[in-house]
């Protein structure tokens, strides 16, 4: 009785110490988030992906489907974003900026216990070097998405890599079908995985997926002497990141099955971070910047720094401390709290109700907007806005007449006619279309990826001048003779 005794109490001093850790990072995750949200959660907006965001979670607050009733990315990140934006009685931008940090918090905390995996004692200076690259790497805000499943799957991965079971199998299969929800590619990238991790576990051998490489910001193709002594080291460490999260994903590997063959320990978090690393890196180089590659580097941050956490005091604190350096040199400079710091040019303006700092290219779009509305489409009157700025019906609080909110590819005619006849129902009061080329390819304009859409525009609205001086913008209004103006739902 004495030794059953003594074994329970051990057990629940082991729990009770466990539960503190889990609380203190639980804190220092939520207190992150908060600290992050109050410095520039009022500062920044876009009318273009942050806007197709905002667009997509109030379509779903009045009961709208994504992907049914309007352009959107999977469904979880909508749902997701409605339902606390619901609890706040609230559909403005500010209301889904906070729903978004929840969603961080969430994968802050989940980064920040696999870095205390298997240690009783995480050290703390570790944690908060840990805390501040990995947060700082967590932007844009309204990709969080994109982000914080790859956390949630390096922890499945990791809990299966340390000790195989049902119920591990089990959960690894619900978080890779969870992050599906949230991005059909999150849900390839962990098939991936735990194939590789099946294959690690067996001891077997694999090849890497292949990976396409456009054009990369490689270090050396850094301009220097033609940019600041700044910029070129931030250019060089972009690109050093870039070929860091394909080296790691090889190389950890490839250690990682030799350590197994050997019979060596190694952290699960490690070999789930190696096997992860490669499926990351195909959404980090699918656009090669700094924004694509924080929405694929968590596996080799994480990787990283729990390699690091088991090594000597002279290799492990200047080595986190550089990579924390580094990511800060990145990263911080696109953060719009710094931004608004550096520049000293943002302007408070009405975001759709609320109230933030913005730069003043946004406001003069904002106020452009607003003028437009209430000139050719009072009240609730439908407007169209393409083939970008989803952002716009959001923030004017309009029904997009046109499924496609986000108008960047070529589509069939049976489409189009769709398209146009959506219009015709809807009968907005103005048009504007952003004639801006991607990446300078004119093929990319709206003229050219909807041509019918485009024609009916010019023969059913008649161009108006004296909003904006920038040829890129295009506005028309309905001509008097088209059919009488419908309220938009």
């Known amino acids: 009785m004495d030794i059953l005794r003594i074994n329970w109490l051990t057990m629940h001093y082991l729990s009770q110490k466990k539960f503190k850790q889990d609380l203190q990072i639980l804190l220092l995750a939520a207190g992150t988030v908060l600290a992050l949200f109050l410095w520039q959660g009022h500062k920044g ?152 991790a099946m294959a690690y576990l067996a001891t077997r051998r ?64 490690l070999v789930a971070s190696s096997l992860l690393a490669l499926p990351y890196a195909h959404s980090a180089y699918s656009r090669a910047d700094a924004v694509h590659l924080a929405q694929g580097i968590f596996p080799f941050l994480i990787g990283s720094l729990a390699l690091l956490a088991n090594q000597p005091a002279k290799v492990k604190w200047p080595f986190a401390t550089l990579l924390c350096g580094a990511s800060l040199l990145v990263m911080l400079p696109v953060h719009p709290g710094w931004q608004c710091y550096a520049t000293q040019q943002c302007i408070n303006a009405d975001v759709g109700g609320s109230k933030l700092a913005i730069e003043p290219g946004a406001v003069n779009d904002l106020a452009m907007l607003n003028k437009l509305a209430d000139q050719f489409a009072p009240g609730k009157q439908s407007v169209l806005v393409t083939p970008f700025w989803p952002g716009a019906y959001a923030a004017l609080n309009r029904k997009s007449p046109m499924w496609d909110i986000y108008a960047l590819f070529p589509r069939e005619e049976a489409f189009e006619l769709a398209e146009i006849e959506r219009i015709k129902s809807a009968a907005p009061g103005f048009a504007l279309i952003i004639d801006i080329p991607i990446d300078g390819r004119d093929e990319t304009r709206f003229r050219s990826t909807h041509p019918l859409t485009y024609q009916y525009i010019l023969e059913n609205f008649e161009p108006v001048t004296g909003y904006r001086q920038e040829s890129a913008y295009q506005i028309y209004k309905r001509k008097e003779t088209g059919p009488a103006p419908r309220t938009a739902p």
């Open 45 to 196: 907006f876009e009318l273009w992906d942050e806007g197709y965001l905002w667009y997509g979670a109030q379509r779903v607050m009045v009961g709208e489907v994504p992907l049914r009733d309007f352009m959107s990315y999977d469904p979880g990140r909508y749902y997701w974003s409605a339902a606390i934006m619901g609890l706040l009685g609230d559909n403005g931008i500010l209301a889904l900026r906070e729903a978004v940090a929840v969603f961080q918090a969430i994968g802050l905390f989940i980064a920040l216990k696999l870095l205390s995996f298997n240690t009783d004692r995480p050290k703390q200076i570790l944690l908060v070097l840990g805390t501040i690259t990995l947060a700082v790497w967590m932007f844009p805000w309204f990709k969080l998405f994109d982000i914080v499943p790859s956390i949630a799957l390096i922890g499945a991965l990791t809990l299966l890599v340390q000790q195989p079971s049902r119920r591990r199998y089990f959960l690894l299969g619900l978080i890779v079908g969870l992050a599906a929800v949230f991005g059909r590619n999150h849900g390839v990238y962990g098939v991936v995985g735990s194939l590789g």
């Open 206 to 269: 694999g090849d890497a997926p292949p990976l396409p490489i456009p054009c990369v910001p490689w270090p050396w193709r850094v301009p220097f002497g033609q940019v600041p002594p700044i910029e070129a080291a931030r250019g060089v460490l972009l690109g050093l990141f870039f070929i860091a999260i394909v080296a790691f994903g090889m190389l950890g590997v490839v250690w990682a099955i030799c350590q197994r063959l050997r019979n060596k320990p190694i952290s699960p978090v």
